[in-house]
């Protein structure tokens, strides 16, 4: 079957870095997307990852390793506006072998003063 | 701005009363998605338009329709809204289906009385 797991709460303090764990089981991969959404709004893209590695976007870079179906995305220098839920997506392959985006529960960050 | 638009962002309705919400883009983007997120869900996939070509999901109820006119509109039509449909519904467009990334409009809340 698909799975995605993440944490399902985390808590920091602003100015602080944290890290939000993505674990999955899918078949076949095809590239792993981060999103960001504040309570009530739409999710936003914040990264893609295809190859192994880090990539890195100003105060967020994402994480990946293939070989151990992992990613991990880390906010650095935590602003109270981070305060939102961070979904984690993997496009792998449904049943009819189509490409498809398996959504993790998602991780609700509440940044603290 | 190249965006993603839908209307309304507050949708009432009656138990049974149809509906349509609807969606445009000026990305110019192939693939449109409708997407239903209910509280503390991940999103769940309904169906997806590759440019005229409709896509729907195995488990998307047959009360769920789409029709998509030209590249930059989409709509989804709920023919008898039951209390269980009430959630936020996502329009989401990609260049592609392949590794592309989704870009999200701001949604619409639907509410079922």
């Known amino acids: 079957g698909q799975n995605i797991d993440q944490p399902t709460e985390m808590t920091a303090t602003e100015g602080a870095i944290v890290q939000i764990n993505c674990t999955y089981q899918?078949?076949?991969?095809?590239?792993l997307f981060w999103y960001q959404q504040h309570a009530g709004e739409a999710p936003t893209f914040l990264s893609y990852?295809?190859l192994d590695g880090l990539e890195e976007k100003g105060r967020f870079s994402s994480f990946l390793s293939r070989s151990k179906g992992y990613s991990y995305l880390l906010l650095k220098e935590l602003q109270m506006k981070d305060s939102a839920s961070y979904l984690c997506?993997?496009?792998?392959?449904?049943?009819?072998?189509?490409?498809?985006?398996?959504w993790g529960l998602g991780t609700s960050l509440a940044v603290n003063p | 701005d190249a965006m993603v638009i839908q209307n309304p962002r507050y949708q009432v309705t009656q138990f049974g009363k149809p509906v349509t919400l609807s969606c445009s883009q000026t990305?110019?983007?192939?693939?449109m998605y409708w997407y239903q997120q209910k509280s503390s869900q991940a999103p769940k996939l309904l169906f997806h338009?590759?440019?005229?070509?409709?896509?729907n999901e195995a488990d998307t109820p047959d009360n769920f329709q789409s029709r998509r006119p030209n590249t930059s509109f989409c709509f989804l039509d709920i023919r008898s809204p039951g209390l269980g449909d009430a959630a936020m519904y996502l329009c989401?467009?990609?260049?592609?289906?392949?590794?592309?990334?989704?870009?999200f409009g701001p949604g619409t809340r639907l509410t079922v009385l």
């Open positions: 338009y590759y440019d005229k070509d409709f896509n």
């Open positions: 899918t078949s076949g991969f095809n590239g």
């Open positions: 997506a993997v496009r792998a392959y449904n049943a009819g072998n189509n490409r498809k985006l398996i």
């Open positions: 989401a467009t990609s260049r592609d289906t392949r590794a592309d990334t989704q870009y």
């Open positions: 990305l110019n983007h192939n693939v």
């Open positions: 990852n295809v």
